[in-house]
Every structure is written in structure tokens, then in C-alpha cells.
């Protein structure tokens, strides 16, 4: 089991910018950020995988930025010009070996406890 902290939650304005980070106290090989909003399925957002290029789902394309660190196992995410519905707790989740290379969410085995993020007027 690999532990995943997720940091930078909170309250964000309308219009603005959300960034958040998640960290892995152990090696991992590729990590990723969903969201979810009570009552609704979790929803992926972005995925990179050490060595490959990063994946952002389609409904995120050209609004959010990953950044990985394999060799700090940290995977930071942006998302700009935030919306009211991108109020949500925000998961990082990550794996290791030959299960990144499965489809999203199934190559990841260790989950966090998420973040979350609410947005304001």
C-alpha cells in the first residue's frame, strides 16, 4: 500500500485558478486526479504515466495542467478559469508496474482520501 496526500483544497473565486498537489510516500509509476460530486460517478480528469505522455479526458482538454514528478512522486494539477460545477472532491490516485498500462481507473491500485474544493461568486 502506498499512501497518497492530496494538499490545496479549499475555497476558490469564480473565474480564478485551482491548483492542487498530491504526493506518494513510496515509488509509484503513474498517477492521476478525478473528482467527484456527491450522488454523481467519479469522473477522470488527467493521468501521466513516468516516461510517457500525460492523458487529459476529453472534457478537460485546454482548462487543466498536470505536472508530474516521477522522481518525487508528486502529480500537481491546475485548472483554469474555474466554474461553480467544478466544486467536487478532487482524489489523486496512482500504481506502479505493468498496471499503468491498463485504462483509467483500472491500472490504479492506491487512492487518496481526497480534497475538497468549493467555489465561490
Known amino acids: 500500500q502506498v499512501p497518497l496526500t492530496e494538499s490545496g483544497g479549499g475555497s476558490v473565486q469564480t473565474g480564478g485558478s485551482l491548483e492542487l498537489s498530491c504526493r506518494a510516500s513510496?515509488?509509484?509509476?503513474?498517477m492521476g486526479w478525478f473528482r467527484q460530486v456527491p450522488g454523481k460517478e467519479r469522473e477522470g480528469i488527467a493521468h501521466?504515466?513516468?516516461?510517457?505522455?500525460?492523458e487529459y479526458e476529453d472534457s478537460f482538454k485546454g482548462r487543466v495542467t498536470i505536472t508530474h514528478d516521477s522522481d518525487k512522486n508528486t502529480l500537481s494539477l491546475q485548472i483554469d478559469s474555474v466554474e461553480p460545477s467544478d466544486a467536487a472532491k478532487y482524489i489523486c490516485a496512482a500504481s506502479g508496474g505493468l498496471k499503468c498500462y491498463l485504462p483509467s481507473p483500472a491500472r490504479y491500485n492506491f487512492w487518496g482520501q481526497g480534497t475538497e474544493v468549493t467555489v465561490s461568486s
Open positions: 501521466a504515466h513516468a516516461g510517457r505522455m500525460t
Open positions: 513510496g515509488s509509484v509509476d503513474c
